[in-house]
């Protein structure tokens, strides 16, 4: 039973705390990594870009917020930062822009999203350059769709979730939208755009295709409970713990990481 | 702690169960398998258990079952059955049931668990048996059937007792017909002077080592409404072997005849053959107790029929498509995953002459149009952009059975030059041209050209050659006069299918140097008025209008008029004999049925109702003989692989010996497909026959299918729903199955990936351009960055922008009820009121998993935390104790 409570809590530290780490580590490398790809001319415009590449830079001054866009929104993709749905088009472009990003757990980039205020103005910086948006206005269910684009209009829509109740902060149910228009001209992209994305990459979907690597993990685990139990009889307490304990936490790390990709991708 | 490793191994041997359950399953193979032991046994006069006379282990094989449309052709096979003696050629027909011994019917009934009284034949004939008070020959030993019930045998002989007795049949709607006469039957079988529905159940042989085949084609209720299977009533096919009666006590039984006598003819046997059969072994006593009881049940299902869409929804408009019959068997499967859904539209595809549609599509008639080859633009014309949808293709089906009771032939070969004189009428055919002196006849005189070429062609030394052991002088009966081997059935309307199949005979040097005017090897030259003839054509142009020879005159008894019915219906011979239809689907039906579409001489029938007039009338040939059937027709290659007709394998390249052969399969029309091109953005892929004409490997019947839409000028919600179309037909339609929505038989999937790729994404260009309506895709194809070009801050503005997925509406639309989805991007949605949130509403988005997940864990772990102690005094308490 101890057990089974040793396991639960160090879940929930890695989704609020380690996860955190994990987020901001992977921020330090996509920022160098799309800092190159700007200088070089090679940041991604277009076409089919592969998942987890950083796209643009996303930059919300009022909330103090600064985050590398990676493309693809499925819950293993977002563990990383916010993520770039791949069936529109990119910031910046001619059409909707949608990037979603997590609300409560692995550093949650977005939990403060929700509070954006009409006027707000965000930045994103591509391949194409910089732009500005302003916010038109935070959407939940029942707020009326924005409106139409007109021809040759851009609009940024960000996608988060939030939560009510005692547990708000650890258990975002609801989605909620912020549309954000650009001011200025908006850049042309190239074609060749997925049309249709897969059922995991939609909003509030969880990966089932992770079952059989976190199967993999979870083996692992058991693998390292069970050769620390059969070494207790050979050593001694303290030198078993320094052995083990490592070996024990990568491995729990390593499934914890992947059970989260079950859970929906905005959590 | 041990309990903790348990736990574990519990959750990692549940995680690749759940990922297992959770890979969306391939379906596979949906056949059917069943093994079962069928007995003849007899009633012990000592008293013991009944005796087993004779016994077979027969396992039965269906290759489909599952999302079955009506016309299918399903193959049943079996091994294991007692070989049938006294074959009959003909199957179908009752006489099969009456004189073959042991052979395995096979019909349709409906219900999953059927009685006798809902299987359907097609006349009554076959479900009547005499009662035959005099025991001639042994017809009525089925009395004698041990395992009637108590009152059953009394009540269906009757009192008095009648002579025969039919096996009623009950209708899906519940009523019961008698079936005791032409007259008492329901009104799809067959009435004495036509056949509503073709013959399906049969008196199957099974051959002396034990195995048998048979192509069954299954009806559902749009082909035959009292049998009434469809999507919601399910059916099934059942399967008797027979293997005669299993006899009550010997007792008081005539010994002339012994109920428990075996089968008179030797195994292998055809008919007929002297003495007969022995009447208790026949397929007549099909319903009988003993042999209903060793029945194999094959449950079936069928697709939801595209009619469905018209009674589930009469309000919503359809959007018709109209076109190539290429698509039909695909649209048929598509259509219920359009009508049935709230973000899609009611799709309905219609076959027109493409020609027709391109025209009523550029005069604004119609919304988009199937076609394959390119309209003829004018140049007031709007913009039209082509989308490809589908890859399918044109085949030569045909149904030949092998002399000699051999079966059916499986494999023909056939060269375009063949083709060529089927079409033309080069073959001598049904009128004897020449005489035994070598010299021209009457009819000779006026066809001269063809006079001394060979009657038909299974007289034709080319064909001869290339398919031994189907004809010659070896094998009598095949040669002469057969009039439905001079030609071949094709269409009569313009259709793209005959364009690629002039093609690809122009295509040939062989056949174009025979239709210019040049012998073939054989000294067979072609028609004089197809002489020059140029290719390729839309239409078949009957052009032999030659009149045969008047024939006797006719004197009509009551009116005492003089007629000639030659004269009087002056129809020319070959129009009578190559007899265009106006459908490829129809030709698909002719050839599965085995009837020629040929028209008989015109002869004189006298009309019963009104004795005054009587007139010549001209009606098709009689229908082929099961065994001696040798019919070809042109047919789409979806129709054919419905019906599970054989089609032809087309010379792809190469003369003579060294000449390839290709039928139509996934390879040789991928490696067709790959050669197709189109001469700018938003044409359609075409293939060229002259270049597949070096390519061994490749199909050559392979045809492309596009949707043709205009650019500008269609309202945006029709727009919408052809783009959605597209997208939808070519990623979700091209899913092979046979599953509402996915793609069937005879079609090559086009793919993102492969060599489909470049038709894939062009239909995607295409469907952006239809959705946007901003006119003519330009000339200029769309240039993809490479990923290390440099790419300026603010790049120059493009000539001829590409359309991305997500162009926007045009900005007339008004704020709050425009077309956008959730998430903001524009959609064709219909603004009808059909959908689930009211328009212009963020819909709740509401996830249980991620208000529950963490909040379950932490109490989780707080159970965990505060049971631990609590569980160990509870354990030390016991142990206390």
């Known amino acids: 039973m101890l057990v089974v409570a040793v396991l639960c809590g160090w879940f929930v530290l890695q989704l609020v705390v380690l996860g955190g780490f994990q987020q901001s580590r992977a921020q330090y490398g996509l920022y160098a990594d799309f800092r190159q790809a700007l200088v070089a001319q090679t940041a991604p415009l277009g076409g089919t870009i592969a998942a987890g590449t950083p796209v643009a830079l996303l930059t919300v001054p009022t909330l103090g917020l600064q985050q590398a866009v990676v493309e693809g929104t499925s819950s293993g993709d977002l563990l990383a930062g916010p993520g770039h749905r791949m069936d529109t088009a990119l910031p910046g472009q001619v059409g909707v822009s949608i990037v979603y990003g997590r609300a409560s757990t692995y550093g949650a980039p977005f939990r403060s999203v929700p509070s954006l205020q009409p006027g707000d103005g965000i930045r994103v910086t591509t391949g194409q350059g910089e732009f500005v948006y302003r916010v038109d206005g935070v959407r939940r269910a029942g707020d009326p769709l924005p409106a139409a684009l007109p021809t040759g209009g851009s609009r940024l829509t960000l996608v988060t979730a939030e939560g009510d109740g005692p547990f708000a902060a650890l258990a975002p149910s609801r989605t909620v939208y912020v549309d954000a228009t650009l001011q200025g001209d908006p850049a042309v992209g190239a074609p060749g755009r997925p049309s249709a994305i897969p059922d995991s990459e939609k909003a509030m979907a969880g990966d089932p295709s992770v079952l059989p690597v976190l199967a993999l993990a979870l083996q692992g685990l058991l693998l390292a409970a069970v050769g620390t139990l059969l070494l207790r009889r050979h050593l001694s307490g303290r030198v078993l713990w320094v052995i083990a304990a490592p070996v024990l936490l990568a491995m729990a790390w390593l499934a914890g990481g992947y059970a989260v990709q079950l859970l929906p991708n905005l959590l | 702690m041990w309990l903790a490793v348990v736990a574990l191994t519990a959750v990692i041997v549940g995680a690749p169960a759940l990922a297992g359950a959770a890979v969306a399953a391939d379906g596979g193979e949906p056949a059917f398998t069943a093994t079962k032991t069928v007995v003849r046994d007899h009633v012990d006069p000592a008293g013991g258990d009944p005796v087993v006379q004779d016994s077979s282990t027969v396992t039965v094989t269906v290759d489909q079952t599952q999302g079955l449309q009506g016309m299918q052709g399903v193959r049943v096979s079996w091994s294991g059955a007692r070989p049938t003696a006294n074959i009959t050629g003909n199957i179908t027909e009752a006489n099969a049931f009456q004189v073959q011994e042991y052979p395995v019917v096979i019909l349709q009934c409906r219900g999953t668990e059927p009685t006798p009284t ?541 000449a390839t052969f290709v039928d139509a399969d996934q390879t040789s029309m991928a490696a067709a497909v790959v050669t197709a091109k189109r001469t700018e953005v938003g044409e359609p892929y075409l293939i060229d026959a002259a270049a597949l004409h070096g390519v061994p490997a490749a199909y050559p019947g392979t045809m492309t299918v596009s949707v043709a839409a205009p650019l500008t000028g269609l309202p945006p919600e029709t727009a919408g729903h052809v783009a959605q179309f597209v997208r939808v037909a070519t990623t979700e339609g091209q899913v092979p199955g046979p599953g509402v929505g996915q793609l069937p038989n005879g079609y090559l999937p086009i793919t993102a990936a492969g060599p489909t790729a470049p038709l894939y994404k062009a239909a995607q260009e295409v469907a952006a351009s239809i959705e946007a309506q901003s006119g003519a895709m330009g000339s200029v194809s769309p240039t993809t960055p490479p990923p290390s070009a440099p790419a300026p801050a603010a790049p120059p503005p493009v000539t001829s922008p590409p359309a991305p997925p997500t162009a926007p509406v045009p900005a007339t639309v008004p704020s709050a009820a425009g077309p956008v989805t959730v998430d903001g991007l524009p959609a064709p949605k219909p603004t009808s009121a059909a959908a689930a949130t009211a328009p212009g509403k963020t819909p709740q988005q509401q996830s249980t998993v991620a208000a529950a997940a963490v909040p379950a864990v932490l109490a989780a772990g707080v159970v965990g935390l505060v049971g631990a102690p609590l569980v160990r005094s509870f354990s030390t308490r016991r142990r206390g104790a």
């Open chain 2, 118 to 658: 809902t299987c359907w034949t097609t006349i009554y004939n076959k479900r009547q048996l005499t009662t035959d008070p005099n025991d001639y020959e042994g017809v009525g030993l089925w009395k004698y059937d041990r395992h009637w019930q108590d009152g059953e045998l009394a009540a269906l002989i009757g009192t008095p007792p009648a002579d025969q007795v039919y096996l009623p049949f009950v209708d899906a709607a519940g009523k019961t017909w008698s079936m005791d006469g032409l007259e008492h039957q329901p009104p799809e079988a067959t009435n004495g002077y036509d056949q509503p529905v073709p013959d399906q159940e049969a008196a199957a042989p099974t051959s002396p080592d034990g195995k048998g085949t048979y192509l069954f084609s299954v009806r559902s209720s749009a082909q035959n409404a009292s049998l009434g299977c469809s999507d919601t009533v399910a059916c099934s096919l059942v399967v008797i072997p027979i293997m005669g009666t299993s006899c009550a006590s010997e007792g008081a039984l005539p010994k002339r005849y012994p109920c428990t006598a075996e089968g008179k003819q030797e195994p292998g046997s055809t008919y007929p053959q002297a003495g007969g059969p022995n009447a208790t072994v026949t397929g007549m006593s099909w319903w009988t107790p003993s042999n209903w009881g060793n029945r194999v049940v094959v449950p079936l299902t069928f697709s939801p029929s595209a009619s469905l869409c018209n009674v589930l929804d009469t309000a919503q408009e359809p959007v018709p498509f109209y076109g190539s019959e290429l698509v039909g068997q695909a649209t048929l499967q598509w259509a219920p995953a359009y009508c049935r859904r709230a973000d899609r539209f009611k799709f309905r595809g219609n076959t027109m002459a493409e020609t027709v549609a391109f025209r009523n599509l550029v005069a604004g008639e119609i919304p988009a149009a199937l076609l394959t080859y390119p309209g003829a633009a004018h140049s007031d014309d709007p913009p039209v952009g082509y989308a490809p949808v589908a890859v399918s293709g044109f085949a030569v089906a045909f149904v030949w059975d092998r002399p000699g009771s051999r079966g059916q032939e499986m494999h023909l070969r056939l060269t375009p030059r063949l083709i060529a004189k089927l079409l033309t009428g080069s073959y001598s055919a049904a009128t004897a041209r020449v005489d035994d002196a070598g010299g021209l006849t009457e009819s000779g005189k006026i066809w001269p050209d063809v006079a001394h070429n060979p009657a038909s062609l299974n007289d034709d030394p080319e064909f001869i050659a290339l398919n031994p052991g189907l004809s010659g002088p070896e094998y009598p009966g095949t040669t002469g006069l057969q009039s439905a081997l001079t030609s071949m059935i094709s269409v009569s309307v313009p259709s793209d299918v005959m364009r690629a199949l002039t093609s690809y005979l122009a295509a040939d040097p062989e056949a174009a140097a025979f239709l210019a005017g040049e012998p073939d090897p054989w000294k067979m030259t072609v028609n004089s008025t197809y002489k020059g003839i140029a290719l390729p054509l839309d239409a078949w142009p009957l052009q032999d209008v030659r009149q045969e020879p008047p024939g006797p005159d006719y004197t009509d008894p009551n009116s005492g008029i003089v007629h000639n019915c030659t004269r009087e219906v002056p129809i020319p011979f070959y129009n009578r004999v190559l007899a265009p239809v106006s459908s490829l689907a129809a030709i698909a039906d002719a050839v599965l049925a085995a009837a020629p579409t040929s028209l008989d001489r015109p002869a004189f029938v006298q009309a019963t109702v009104d004795g005054g007039t009587s007139l010549c009338v001209t009606k098709r040939i009689p229908k082929q003989i099961y065994g001696s059937r040798k019919l070809l027709g042109l047919v789409t290659l979806a129709d054919a692989r419905r019906f599970g007709l054989p089609t032809a394998s087309l010379r792809s390249s190469g003369t003579g010996e060294s």
